[in-house]
């Protein structure tokens, strides 16, 4: 199983716009962060979890040339603005991409892009989706690979992480139910969100990522969703061997 760092970045990415911090001007590639994304291939199927708004160009980047299934960790502008861009795959793959969301993330994607659901003309063609549902509780196959859905909370908001194999990936998160740490045992390879030091109202911070992520105990953790409060090398210079800040365009693979 190979994973590509789409994004590593928070809702605004990094570079801030307009902000002159350390991080912002670095001219390390590693400060650079588009919105949080990954690309998962394994037994020939692609999968991509979250579709942003820089898709379009890190799949050109990393030449991401299938994609069997869209899972959706949640609706926010950060992980849905590049929705518009699977009609290039419609074409490549002629078929409809299947999305997964729960029943909350599909009305929300229905609403945001209205388009897509309704009647109106084609233009240059309209995204072709199916759209399935997924049960928080419940695994489900999609590209004919088992994802185990991971039930975190976002603030208030009830969102999913998802589980392939002995790799998850939780995003948007500030607090982990105790019921769905038993869907987390054993794992090679932990994604999981660390937003900045300071706590925050929906999102961890690195103190309460490490927290989570000794808890879980996976072989090797990264962290994801980081805002310009975070200079890739000086803060990974902080963290154990098993646990560092990922990197847009890291690869990880998983045998
Ligand atoms: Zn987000
Ligand atoms: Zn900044
Ligand atoms: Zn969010």
Partial sequence: MK???LGTGTSHGVPVIGCACATCRSKNKKNKRNRAS????????????????????RS?????EKIDAVLFTHAH???????????RYNELQGKPIPFY????????LKKRFGYIFSK?????????????????EKPFVAAG??????????????????????FAYITDVSAIPKKTFEVLRKLEVLVIDALRHNPHPTHFSLTE??????????????????SHAFEHTSINETLDHNVKLAFDGQVIKIK
Avoid: C, S, W
């Fill in 209 to 226: 990522a490490l927290a989570a992520a000794k808890k879980i105990g996976a072989k090797k953790t990264y962290f994801t969703h980081i």
């Fill in 145 to 166: 690979l088992k994802i185990i859905p991971i039930p975190v909370l976002h603030g208030t908001l009830p969102i999913l992480g998802y589980r392939i194999k002995n």
């Fill in 38 to 57: 990954v690309y998962i291939f394994t037994e020939g199927r692609g999968i991509l979890i979250d579709m942003t708004a820089e898709f379009r160009l």
């Fill in 120 to 136: 109106t003309q084609e233009g240059g063609g309209k995204p072709k989706i199916k759209l399935n549902r997924v049960i928080p």
């Fill in 60 to 64: 050109l980047e990393y030449g991401i």
């Fill in 77 to 87: 502008a950060d992980h849905t603005a590049g929705v518009d861009d699977i009609r």
């Fill in 3 to 5: 994973i590509t760092f």
């Fill in 101 to 108: 969301g729960t029943k909350d993330t599909l009305a929300e």
